[in-house]
């Protein structure tokens, strides 16, 4: 006797609510809850197996594909440590954590790690000797702590959340500055082949780069409200850092020498980014390469069939394993009822067999993108689904492209940028770069910041800047953000 169904739908639609719409995929496709702690999360398991392929890919593709090294070091940072480094401390006290002398019974308050470059760079200090020492090119994957957050969003802002975090040491400036921008644009085909998210590559401005650098670089995504997502950096840190921490080596001249650092990092920001961008009014959409269970199959049972139909779908899921298939037999539910449930949950593609199929030795595909079905005869089913499966991730970041295509705005003049950031689009337009004019453009337009100069992009002879009038330093996009 089937039991009786519970509508598990979203209720907001996505073009009217997405912040209610997003909260509800979240937590209904059963990726992430609230967790009881203000400003904390749940990572549940159908959320974790995406971060592990996420995970998974980085460290074959990035971080063994550059010889840099897997790490791990103390969640827990010395005051003074902060301090060394005036720039870094002051950019990041408004969001550290800190343990009391009282607490910790140590001479010293203990920061939570809100970032690791001190407290790695201190056991840098004493493993870097010699230039046969470097580069040196460490990766770690952890957690970290930014107090200041309030209003938690899932993915997106958190007190605490999981990222990796490399930190490189270099001779010379440019092997430094070119690595430093190798990384980046990993960044972006990581965020690309993986989860099918277009993303702008270039320098932020002064006044949105990381405390302590030099220069930043990012990967920016643009979300289908208009809203900009920063969703990886790297940092070009200079000699500051080294300075600071004593971080010196015998060169081959045999003087003593003060090296150059970088550092980069994602989080699971990533997959707050791509939830928003790919998913629908049915609930998630995961792009295949991400996605734990690349198939679901759903045997159509009629009781006179029950068990010719069983044996084939079991027969199939041997033969697809490969895409690690969820078999939902359960005599509980209806058809439609698991449609429902795999939809929310985002399994790209769903292999239906009852007994008309089976007397025509086929099956159903219903791809998860655009619903689109799929008569296969079983005999090419192997062949069929890895195209299907290339098909929907190429179809999913065709349309997040066109996202970003249809809402960029290339402003003429300072009217446009204030009428193009209040109907939520992202501008390009020719910028000073000063602080202060930034200053002036968040205030005018309501919120809106710079998310990145892209590398590409010149500027035409004689540009301004649209909002102050001076000569203009680069092209920069401005938008609202997350």
């Not at 090119?137 to 007190?159: D, G, H, M, P």
């Amino acid at each position: 006797m089937p039991k009786k169904e519970k509508n598990i739908g979203i209720t907001a639609k996505k073009e009217e609510n997405m912040p209610e719409w997003y909260e509800q995929v979240c937590l209904k496709s059963e990726v992430v809850d609230f967790g009881t702690v203000k400003g904390t999360m749940v990572i549940r398991p159908n959320g974790y197996a995406i971060w592990e392929n996420i995970k998974e890919y980085f460290n074959e593709n990035i971080v063994k594909a550059t010889n840099a090294r897997n790490a791990y070091f103390p969640l827990f940072v010395p005051e003074s440590f902060f301090h060394k480094e005036s720039e870094h401390a002051e950019g990041f006290s408004p969001e550290v954590a800190w343990l009391d002398k009282e607490v910790t019974g140590e001479g010293e308050r203990l920061a939570i790690r809100p970032t690791s470059e001190t407290i790695m760079y201190d056991s840098y200090s004493r493993w870097i000797q010699s230039y046969r020492d470097l580069p040196l090119k460490i990766n770690q994957w952890c957690n970290v702590v930014r107090w200041e957050t309030e209003a938690t969003k899932l993915f997106l802002r958190s007190r605490e959340f999981l990222w990796q975090e490399g930190h490189c040491v270099y001779e010379t400036k440019k092997e430094c500055k070119d690595e430093t921008i190798k990384y980046i644009n990993l960044y972006a085909k990581l965020s690309e082949e993986l989860l099918a998210l277009p993303v702008l590559v270039g320098k932020k401005s002064e006044k949105e780069k990381f405390a302590g650098a030099k220069a930043t670089y990012a990967i920016e995504a643009l979300m289908p409200d208009g809203k900009a997502l920063q969703c990886g950096t790297s940092h070009e840190l200079g000699q500051g850092f080294a300075k600071a921490f004593n971080i010196r080596y015998l060169g081959k001249d045999e003087k003593k020498k003060i090296p150059w650092q970088n550092s980069w990092g994602l989080s699971t920001r990533l997959i707050g980014g791509m939830i928003m961008t790919h998913s629908d009014n049915k609930g998630l959409v995961l792009p295949p390469k991400v996605a734990e269970n690349k198939l679901v199959i759903v045997p159509i049972i009629k009781e006179e069939k029950t068990k010719e139909i069983l044996k084939k779908a079991k027969d199939l899921k041997n033969k697809l394993k490969k895409f690690n298939p969820i078999f939902d037999d359960r005599d509980e539910y209806t058809p439609g009822w698991k449609y429902n449930e795999w939809e929310m949950k985002g399994i790209p593609l769903r292999l239906e067999i009852g007994p008309r199929d089976i007397a025509k030795d086929q099956a159903v595909l219903v791809r998860r993108d655009t619903g689109e079905k799929n008569f296969v005869k079983t005999k090419d089913l192997i062949k069929k689904v890895p195209k299907i499966l290339e098909d929907i991730h190429k179809n999913l970041l065709e349309k997040a492209g066109k996202i970003i295509k249809d809402k960029t705005i290339t402003a003429k003049k300072w009217g446009d940028v204030v009428k193009s950031i209040r109907e939520r689009k992202l501008v390009k337009m020719p910028f000073c770069g000063e602080e202060e004019c930034e200053d002036w453009i968040k205030d005018k337009t309501g919120g809106a910041t710079s998310r990145c100069s892209p590398f590409d992009e010149k500027l035409k002879k004689g540009e301004k800047c649209l909002q102050c009038g001076k000569k203009a330093k680069y092209t920069a996009y401005f938008s609202k953000s997350y």
